[in-house]
């Protein structure tokens, strides 16, 4: 028979626990109100074949439970009185420094939810210990102090899930839509340094990963980027490729005709798109962010996104390479070829690749040989989402998608969906903040366009 303890962790049932603490209870009332020794040993006995009843493992609070109410059946009144009292004294002990005890556990790797809360994070190195430390501060400090006792009372039963509690101390949001195109248009600062335009795809595709890194270190949820926001920079590879060939003939003296020099520059173009790639594939799967786990990042394909023409032709060749790549798969360790869990991919079905003759039919074939080895990409259907949506666009990188907003944010009046993110929306109760000893608490994380709703506190009738 086996007990939860409330750090989460499981341990043999030992019914001397519940003895000893009956008697230090039997001990704080006069001799003539006390149970015998006898008594005692009965109700302990008794909560042990209500453990074992049950069948499963047994919580430290439902055995609390079992206790009190056998010592009332004994008609041991001020000894039931004085175990709730001395109940109460650990509780309030544990609540004055709840951390302690599951920090050293998850230094010394005995936190059995910690090492496996998490498929994405290694729980044995540096820096996810130290997310895992600061996520059992932030807990604490909510569950003690942010959330009202009903909140942190149904969490603890089940009733609901507050997510994201080792977070939520902090004033971090949640997913949301990378506006790679305006960085890297337009330039961008990371880590106080300026990032002018890059010059070449395979640049493109390095600043790509390190605002992926940056934003990853600065939220709690996935993010999105579409490789439309790259694909203009094929053209400007090609561009570079065509005018440094051109260099170094009129240096050489080499004479080439003009079909021999854009099988060159398409050689050499080629060979840059499938290093870019490879360049956020693996940028992606080895980086950490500050919490210890690799950027959780989805990659969006939609041709349509693009201009017709020679961008979008590039945009398919970048598409074909990402799904080429992802076919694959990644070597780990043992060299064995696997698949990635991150980038997560999403291609877009349209006219333009849904049938046999359609230009790009030939990376619908390739998505699926894809889905078939890796079960990547997902689909969305173009047709279907502006029927309910009335557009199409990238989803957040959990890919759900947001609201379109209600009127267009870009300067042309356009929605905008790039650049937006959900956000922890502070919750009002009849319009008022929700307080508790004085300090503001957010009762709900509710995932809402930020700017957009306020969140109403759940309230049962």
């Known amino acids: 028979m086996r007990v939860t303890k409330r750090n989460g962790r499981e341990v043999n049932f030992d019914i001397s626990k519940i003895e000893n603490a009956i008697r230090k209870a039997n001990n704080e009332v006069p001799v003539e109100k006390r149970l015998s020794e006898v008594q005692i040993q009965a109700i302990a006995t008794n909560v042990a074949k209500q453990c074992e009843g049950l069948g499963r493992s047994v919580a430290v609070d439902e055995i609390q439970d079992m206790v009190e109410i056998a010592i009332m059946e004994m008609r041991g009144y001020e000894v039931a009185q004085a175990y709730v009292r001395y109940r109460f004294k650990r509780d309030l002990a544990r609540k004055t420094n709840t951390t302690d005890g599951e920090i050293l556990e998850l230094v010394e790797r005995s936190n059995e939810d910690a090492m496996q809360e998490n498929a994405n994070k290694n729980p044995v190195i540096n820096s996810t210990q130290r997310d895992y430390i600061a ?58 340094t300026q990032i002018v335009k890059p010059h070449s795809f395979g640049t493109a595709c390095n600043i790509a990963t390190q605002i992926i890194a940056q934003v990853a270190s600065n ?68 980086l950490l962010t500050t919490n210890g786990q690799t950027p959780f990042v989805t990659l969006f394909m939609y041709l349509d996104e693009v201009p017709e023409g020679q961008t979008r032709d590039d945009m398919a060749m970048v598409i074909e390479e990402v799904l080429r790549q992802r076919i694959k798969g990644l070597p780990d360790e043992t060299g ?56 199409v666009y990238a989803p957040m990188g959990c890919r759900s998608f947001l609201t379109p907003d209600k009127e267009g944010l870009n300067p042309d009046g356009s929605h905008k969906y790039y650049g937006r993110l959900t956000a922890k929306v502070e919750p009002t109760l009849n319009g008022v903040n929700v307080r508790q000893n004085g300090v503001e608490s957010f009762p709900l994380t509710v995932e809402l366009p930020r700017g957009q709703y306020r969140a109403k506190l759940f309230q049962q009738d």
């Open 219 to 286: 939220q709690y949820g996935g993010q999105s980027i579409s490789l439309a926001h790259l694909a203009p920079f094929v053209d400007v590879s090609r561009q570079r490729i065509r005018k440094n060939l051109n260099e170094e003939l009129e240096k050489t003296g080499v004479q080439m005709d003009d079909e021999a020099k854009e099988k060159i520059v398409s050689m050499r173009l080629h060979r840059e798109v499938v290093a870019g790639v490879q360049t956020i594939n693996y940028q992606i799967v080895t």
């Open 135 to 192: 996520g059992l501060v932030s807990k604490d400090i909510t569950q003690r102090i942010l959330l009202p006792d009903d909140v942190v009372k149904a969490h603890k039963d089940g009733a609901i899930h507050f997510h994201d509690a080792d977070y939520f101390i902090s004033h971090e949001h949640n997913c949301e839509l990378v506006n790679l195109e305006d960085m890297l248009q337009n330039g961008t600062v990371i880590s106080g």
């Open 336 to 391: 064995a070829w696997i698949t990635p869990a991150f980038p997560k991919l999403v291609y877009v079905l349209d006219e333009d690749n849904i049938h046999e003759d359609s230009r790009y039919w030939y990376l619908t074939e390739l998505a699926a040989r894809c889905t078939a080895k890796r079960m990547v990409p997902d689909y969305v259907s173009a047709k279907i989402m502006k029927e309910l949506k009335g557009d």
